[in-house]
């Protein structure tokens, strides 16, 4: 997958910093954002105005335009991946602190590779497989957890309940987009996505009444320009530099930011947002990064290139 014409290293290593650190960074600003603005709204708007610009981009270059069949399948995968991952994301960080969600949505591979299991069959059940998914299961048992005395209240349960929801609902959709009509363009498809998803999260955001709670003047400035760091850092920027290191390294090394950005997060949680980093959030997320690292040198069927569903979990 490397490019055969030589590129300057400092490019590859901002290329990496920026998924590391600006996805990383996204779980703060949702938590900002979501203090002011009703969560199913922020990320309509936030998905909105991405899926413009990547569609709008794509456009302009000559890319063909997805097709019914395509924009059905779009619509199909927005569900879940935009309302049920992202929306459900976002409404959980009213709740749970940005570090613990990030390490609770770091359980995606687990889910990913149920999947796999159960749906593609491109992996049986081993024993190594299995001992990881249990070492996952126990972090999220010990963030949930009431009974074990390891300091600091354990997460909110609607919260919890929620991101494990968003987890398994962007595993099935990373399962599914290998197997519906979409455009062979990645970029363009995931545009057609994200544009689908701020739709279904507008009407979504609607349905819950959000648009009557919401009083734009009322929003302070850090929380506005939490919604634009989310857009072009996040979306735009971040979704740039994750397309351009998988066409010029291997899938094995950009998927690291998977186990990058909850440290990330949690840091980030911690200095900068006030959150408590007791033995209950670092034990949680030791295990599942445990889990997580066991599962990714585990050898499977997968294909070399990311799903589609992969790039949008991305942004």
Do not use: C
Not at 126 to 142: F, K, N
Not at 184 to 207: D, E, H, T
């Amino acid at each position: 997958m490397d490019s055969q014409t030589p590129r300057p290293a400092w490019k590859t290593l901002l290329a990496f910093a920026i998924i590391y650190f600006v996805w990383g960074s996204t779980f703060l600003a949702i938590r900002i954002g979501v203090r002011e603005v009703p969560p199913f709204l922020l990320a309509a708007m936030r998905f909105l105005v991405a899926g413009i610009v990547l569609y709008a981009w794509m456009a302009a270059r000559g890319e063909r335009s997805p097709s019914r069949r395509q924009w059905m399948s779009a619509f199909s995968l927005a569900v879940l991946i935009f309302v049920l991952d992202y929306g459900l994301l976002f409404w959980a960080e009213q709740r749970v602190p940005s570090g613990v969600a990030a390490v609770m949505m770091a359980t995606i591979p687990a889910f990913m590779t149920l999947s796999e299991i159960v749906l593609l069959r491109t992996r049986k059940l081993t024993i190594r497989l299995g001992v990881a998914l249990l070492i996952g299961l126990g972090g999220v048992a010990v963030l949930m957890s009431h009974s074990l005395r390891l300091g600091g209240a354990s997460i909110n349960m609607a919260g919890a309940v929620a991101l494990l929801i968003a987890s398994i609902s962007w595993s099935v959709a990373s399962a599914l987009s290998r197997k519906l009509p979409l455009p062979s363009s990645k970029v363009m498809s995931s545009g057609a996505q994200m544009l689908a998803g701020g739709v279904l999260l507008a009407l979504a955001a609607a349905a819950r009444g959000e648009f009557r709670a919401f009083h734009p003047f009322a929003v302070s400035w850090g929380a506005w320009l939490s919604l634009i760091y989310l857009i072009v850092a996040g979306s735009i920027v971040a979704f740039t530099a994750y397309v351009w290191l998988i066409h010029h390294e291997s899938p094995t090394k950009v998927g690291t930011y998977g186990y990058v950005n909850p440290v990330v997060a949690v840091l980030l949680g911690h200095f900068l947002g006030g959150e408590a980093l007791g033995p209950r959030t670092i034990l949680g997320a030791l295990l599942i990064l445990t889990s997580v690292l066991t599962i990714a040198f585990t050898r499977s069927k997968r294909p070399a290139i990311p799903a589609l569903a992969d790039l949008n979990r991305a942004v």
